[in-house]
């Protein structure tokens, strides 16, 4: 049977991200004043077994693309450092210390995450939290703990990644964040995701709709906001968002064998995303790809077989980091189009460009769809 490279959510979840998965024992964080703050375990990974095809650029990378850019992030770290220092002005020595162990600690575990050093990186924040709770500065806990919750998150350990985004999310209302803020929707998305790779349909469904709806109605009312008051950068990212909630609810619903709801999320978070980014952004391509993938479930394989085209020809002018997943789409619905020649010679482009990246699931997937498409074109004896 013919497949897309469409992967289990639960799977997609860590792959997208390019992280493997260690194993890790329990640990308690510190608590306030010298307490314990709830115990968060970190179970081992969960990660799907092998099979399936190796998917599109997943959910994280969904989130990687559409996420906030990195002048929110600096944002972010000047709040924890101001916190940090907060109290200076009565004990300067002692507050300019730790203010300066945490910004050099929160720094250390963003390079290990880079450095594709999860382990480091969670001794590392443990250590930031630690004197974070110590300081009583509320700003750079909450910081803390969405490094440790995105941590979690892309390494697959979903139940101890909804306990560390509950807890971020606590503190950010506590501090008087509303529901409406983009941090808040930001982190709900990835809660209703988790719930999905968790077969908790309910509250997937209410999760997904929550940050749409949500969206949607706070556009509405910012659209005619002059620029003094909300920036046209900030509008812009509340749109990437809201499409970034449009992807990972298409790929939900995909999942979930609703093809045409998928390709009204598709449709809406493309045009979004050619609005804002352009087409020839990375991110716009994989969605003209995804949107090809629900009109090929649907059989509409010559609407799909147009949009994967055009997807895969501007993957190969931008030396797209996922050729290989995007020709392997193409690829496939030629081959419901029983373009088997073409197919071939598309599939064999893929799995070179898979052998480039060393993708040994893709490779595995390539190989086995040439071997079913060598089987179909063979002649009736």
Known sequence: MYRLLVSSLGRGLVRAAGRRCWACSAR???????GRAPEVEVPPSRVAPPGGGSGLLPLLAALAWFSRPAAAE??????????????????????AEAEAEIIQLLKRAKLSIMKDEPEEAELILHDALRLAYQSGNKKAI?????????????????????????????????????????AIIEIS??????YAAQNRQEF?????????????????REKELAEDILS?????NTHLLLGMCLDAYARYL??????????????????????????????????????????DAQGRFDEACVYVQRASDLARQIEHPELHMLLSNLAAILMHKERYAQAKEIYQEALKQAELKRDEVSIQHIREELAELSRKSRPLT
């Open 254 to 295: 995909l999942f979930s064998k609703q093809p045409s709801q998928a390709q009204r999320m598709c449709e809406k978070a493309l045009h979004i995303s050619e609005e804002i980014l352009g087409e020839r952004h990375p991110q716009t391509i994989v969605l003209m790809s995804d949107l090809a993938t629900t009109l």
């Open 28 to 34: 308690l964080l510190p608590g306030p004043a010298g």
């Open 74 to 95: 600096e944002e972010e770290e000047e709040e924890a450092r101001q916190g940090a220092g907060g109290a200076a002005a009565e004990d300067a020595a002692e507050e």
């Open 232 to 236: 046209v950068e900030e509008k812009a």
């Open 142 to 182: 909450t910081y803390t703990y969405d490094l440790m919750a995105n941590l979690a998150f892309i390494r697959g350990q979903l139940e101890n990644a909804e306990k560390l985004f509950k807890t971020t999310m606590s503190y950010l209302l506590g501090g008087g964040m509303q529901q409406e803020d983009n």
């Open 189 to 194: 998305l990835k809660l209703a995701s988790i």
């Open 204 to 220: 997937a469904l209410a999760g997904y709709e929550f940050c749409i709806s949500t969206l949607e109605e706070k556009i509405e």
